[in-house]
């Protein structure tokens, strides 16, 4: 091995702590112990509270919504038939009139 490898290796070598190492470092800390602050904020102003909030103001409102929208595409549908209906029943007079005239016609023509 090199001297420079062996230089390393004693640098990089872990020493044993001495025996009062931990009681001086809870001392330390003991001595810098800063207070947390804890900031606590009002229920109106937290992200899951409004978000719970939306999740329930959509789930009362969609329901109505589906169903009235639903209600109105079938009143639609109802009045499309209506209207379809009065549509053949005015076709078929009219047809039923121009049958009569051609007949009408051919009967005055023979």
């Given at each position: 091995m090199n001297d420079f490898e062996q230089e390393i290796r004693s640098a990089l070598r872990?020493?044993?702590a001495p025996p009062d190492f931990a009681?001086?470092?809870?001392?330390?800390?003991?001595?810098?112990?800063?207070?947390?602050?804890?900031?606590r904020l009002p229920v109106w102003r937290r992200p899951a509270?409004?978000?719970?909030?939306?999740?329930?103001?959509i789930a009362?409102?969609?329901p109505p919504v589906a169903i009235e929208y639903r209600q109105r595409r079938e009143a639609r549908a109802l009045e499309a038939r209506?209207?379809?209906l009065i549509a053949?029943?005015?076709t078929r007079t009219k047809l039923q009139q121009t049958r009569e005239?051609?007949?009408?016609?051919?009967?005055?023509?023979?």
């Open positions: 872990r020493d044993p009681a001086k470092v809870l001392a330390r800390v003991a001595e810098q112990e800063i207070p947390a602050k804890v900031i509270a409004w978000a719970i909030a939306a999740g329930l103001s009362a409102i969609v209506r209207e379809l053949l029943e005015v005239r051609i007949q009408r016609t051919t009967r005055l023509a023979l």
